[in-house]
């Protein structure tokens, strides 16, 4: 849901919110938690509060008013009008009017969040990137940042943590009185836990007052960059959080476009060895034009608690390229390299042997199988490529 509601016991507002279930339920409160004023503050949170980032405004206020109306939020402090309102589902536009031309061009904002939350940096894609037919649907993706927490188990009527990703801060755009824009730059700081909006010095020079400052604040758990998945067979590892039965999975992919089928490989030991080719039955589907979780039938292998599988697609070239969601990030988990894989031969007997890349992608992907002896698990991963044709990362999840 959408709406800004009034939180009549504490001076604050909140946008209730949900990704696909109940059970990835989260908020977005506006205003702090003081019962007599209201402040400039945001707080995300998800999974019923486990997880959450704050972002507050240092200025202290004093007799300040807020003002609501039209599902809009707009506050006062000084020189500068902070206005809040939702731009779709679980996606937040701060707006920061600026009256007079800054001291500085460093716009600072205090920062606290869950110790286990990890800040991914998405710089612009390279030319051989582009080339490699990576993109992303809209420019404030790049040099925005990506947050994922890291759990991404989900045993069902428990919390649902998808692929692990807890929000997305996207890159702030500064437009002034004459409607003049231009792209400025957030850094975020763990260690003294600010972000720091980057405003270009010549922009602030020339603009006409008041300017406009717009970070937006995201919570959903989709990637931000398109990566191609047609002839190659893209997947990730992970290891079995329960035995489970050989009925019928559910392989869930964040993509549009293409045709594409699924599979599921098991390794002899740990996640590096040979991967052997378990799954049959494979639904083919037809993702359409609209990027969203798509989900794909298969016949499981009976998993085993503890043992590492890979589970994946492989892409059909059909004159419409499958496009994979993604984030980039950079802990160096390993990479794996596939080369071209032709739809019409299948999918291969074994998973591709590692290897070692500095930088990967992570895709939304996850599987769902029943649990021996009831209940249904559901193992959320990231799978990656660096750009092109059979290149792949691994998450290893234990």
């Not at 720091?196 to 959903?220: E, R, T």
């Not at 993604?326 to 990479?335: P, R």
């Not at 991963?381 to 691994?394: P, R």
Request: glycine share 10%; hydrophobic share 30%; net charge negative.
């Amino acid at each position: 849901m959408n709406d800004i509601i009034i939180n009549s016991e504490l001076k604050n507002y909140k946008i209730e919110h949900q990704e696909r279930d109940i059970t990835t339920k989260g908020a977005i409160t506006i205003g702090g938690n003081n019962k007599n004023k209201f402040v400039p503050n945001i707080n995300l949170s998800k999974w019923y509060d486990e997880y959450w980032f704050n972002i507050n405004y240092p200025e202290i206020v004093t007799i300040e008013k807020e003002q609501f109306g039209n599902n809009k939020i707009e506050f006062s402090v000084k020189d500068k009008l902070h206005r809040y309102y939702m731009l779709d589902e679980g996606k937040l536009e701060y707006e920061i009017e600026i009256a007079k031309k800054p001291d500085t061009n460093i716009l600072v904002l205090n920062i606290d969040f869950h110790p286990d939350l990890r800040f991914y940096f998405q710089p612009d894609l390279t030319l051989k990137q582009i080339d490699q037919g990576m993109s992303r649907d809209d420019e404030n993706i790049n040099k925005s940042w990506a947050i994922y927490c890291p759990k991404r188990n989900y045993v069902i009527g428990q919390k649902n943590y998808m692929n692990g990703k807890f929000g997305h801060i996207y890159r702030p755009q500064l437009i002034d009185d004459l409607g003049e824009k231009i792209w400025g730059d957030i850094i975020i700081d763990i260690h003294a836990k600010q972000m720091k909006i980057i405003m270009p010095q010549q922009f602030l020079n020339d603009a006409h007052y008041p300017i406009i400052v717009d970070p937006i604040i995201g919570s959903q758990t989709e990637g931000t960059t398109n990566n191609v998945g047609t002839d190659k067979l893209s997947g990730s590892v992970f290891s079995a959080p329960a035995n489970g039965t050989t009925d019928q999975a559910t392989l869930s992919f964040f993509c549009r476009r293409g045709i594409c089928k699924p599979a599921v490989y098991a390794t002899s030991g740990g996640w590096a060895d040979n991967q052997n080719y378990l799954s049959s039955n494979p639904q083919e589907i037809y993702p359409g034009d609209t990027v969203v979780w798509h989900n794909m039938t298969l016949t499981p292998p009976a998993f085993v608690n503890g043992t590492y599988y890979w589970i994946g697609v492989l892409g059909d070239n059909d004159g419409s390229d499958l496009q994979l969601r993604s984030d980039l990030v950079g802990e160096g988990l390993g990479k794996f390299e596939t080369g071209v894989r032709t739809y019409g031969d299948g999918f291969p007997a074994t998973f591709p042997t590692p290897s070692t890349k500095d930088t990967y992608y992570l895709f939304c992907v996850y599987i769902t199988y029943s649990e021996t002896g009831g209940g249904r698990i559901s193992r959320y991963h990231d799978l990656s490529g660096l750009g092109g044709h059979g290149q792949l990362t691994f998450n290893p999840l234990g």
